[in-house]
């Protein structure tokens, strides 16, 4: 039987070294999951780099956020790297929900055999319009999302194609920005569906120097920024239909 929303108990495996962002972010998915914070524990790799493939079994969905002080393709530097992908690979072999952001998409993508790439220049930054696939007119998350939504997308590393059995939901002219795994209720966004402008501004405040040539380019990218309410949307439609609803199961 279903559990109702209240009832739900999700893990947010959290790549944040800073206590301001680290609770910011938390607060984020609790708010855009429509969950109490009290609904998501936190495993936070910089406080516990060493955990077992098994740490999200007990809960009824896996949330993996953003990283800035990590690098997906440094797995020598950051151990717990590795253990990131182990987790989702076998969350994804045991059908566990799971809805991975930004850095947590490129883990999937490594997780699931595929190749992450770096560009140190001209990245995105800021809000952009989301391309759609003809693809998601049937997917439980994105079928009543309009085409050219803008989400944050700020990242220097990205996928240009997917691995075995994944789907592609959406794209900019850069990179893919959406996938789920064929047959799972298992979601990854190069984007980030879970900050919103407000945040963004905070955020990039906070790591303008890795992100930004200095206070004008900062202010640049701010004030262009747009806001984002289709992205967001996104993670309270996962909780709802693919965690509580089980639409997955329907297809």
């Known amino acids: 039987m279903a559990k109702s929303r209240d009832q739900l108990k999700l893990l947010l495996l959290q790549i944040r070294d800073g206590h301001q962002v ?5 607060e984020s998915f609790a708010e855009y999951c429509e969950l109490k914070i009290e609904q998501i524990d936190v495993l ?51 059908d566990k929900p799971v809805f991975a952001s930004c850095f947590g998409f490129q883990l999937a993508v ?7 790439l770096h560009r140190e220049k001209d990245f995105e930054m800021g809000t952009v319009p989301i391309s759609l696939e003809y693809s998601v007119w049937q997917d439980p998350i994105f079928r009543d999302t309009p085409d050219n939504f803008y989400a944050v997308s700020v990242h220097k590393q990205y996928a240009s194609s997917l691995p075995k059995d994944c ?39 906070f790591y303008k120097e890795k992100y930004t040539d200095g206070d004008g380019h900062l202010d640049e990218v701010l004030s262009s920024a747009q806001e984002t309410p289709q992205s967001n949307a996104l993670m309270g439609k996962f909780v709802q239909r693919v965690v509580i609803d089980q639409e997955h199961l329907q297809e």
């Open 22 to 26: 680290r609770q910011e972010e938390l």
């Open 44 to 94: 936070n790799v910089f406080d516990t780099p060493d955990f077992p493939d098994t740490a999200a079994d007990q809960y009824d969905a896996l949330l993996v956020g953003g990283a800035s002080e990590a690098n997906v393709l440094l797995p020598e530097t950051y151990p717990f790297v590795e253990q990131c992908q182990q987790l989702i690979l076998r969350c994804a072999q045991t």
């Open 110 to 116: 490594l997780a699931l055999g595929g190749e992450i």
């Open 167 to 205: 789907i592609s939901l959406a794209y900019t002219e850069q990179c893919i920005h959406a996938f789920r795994l064929k047959d799972k209720p298992f979601w990854a966004f190069q984007f980030h569906p879970e900050v919103d402008k407000r945040i963004l501004v905070e955020r990039l405040t």
